[in-house]
């Protein structure tokens, strides 16, 4: 997907990883991306193929792509609502490679330093 698009920044990466990681997104990616205007396709949300699971990935996807977040569903794109499935692991890998500088391994905190702070 990133070969067709010809671009590899952060925006794309995170996009098109969201997308294959499913079988449902992958099959429907021109559905949901524009690969010649380079512009996500909100209406994809609204389509038969789409599952719990799959709406997920793209609300995610559409997200991290520009911040996009349907209006009048915006409670749809809550971590609560997000996060409430099995690809949640993979969502957060998502995020760590649309912001790869803020997702760096934090330290460690030892058990000293955690109850001296309390």
Not at 13 to 18: G, L, P, Q, R, V
Request: glycine residues 6%; charged residues 30%.
């Amino acid at each position: 997907m990133l070969a067709k698009c010809g671009k590899h920044d952060s925006y794309y990466s995170s996009f098109f990883y969201c997308v294959g990681i499913s079988k449902d997104t992958r099959n429907h990616v021109d559905r949901m991306f524009d690969f010649k205007e380079r512009l996500i396709k909100p209406e994809a949300l609204h389509e038969g193929w789409q599952t719990g699971g799959s709406a997920r990935l793209t609300r995610l996807a559409f997200n991290l792509w520009n911040g996009y977040v349907e209006k009048g569903e915006e409670s749809l794109s809550t971590p609560y609502e997000m996060f409430d499935c099995g690809y949640a692991p993979y969502f957060y890998e998502a995020i760590r490679i649309k912001y790869p500088e803020y997702c760096r391994d934090l330290p460690q905190v030892s058990k000293k330093e955690t109850n001296h702070e309390r």
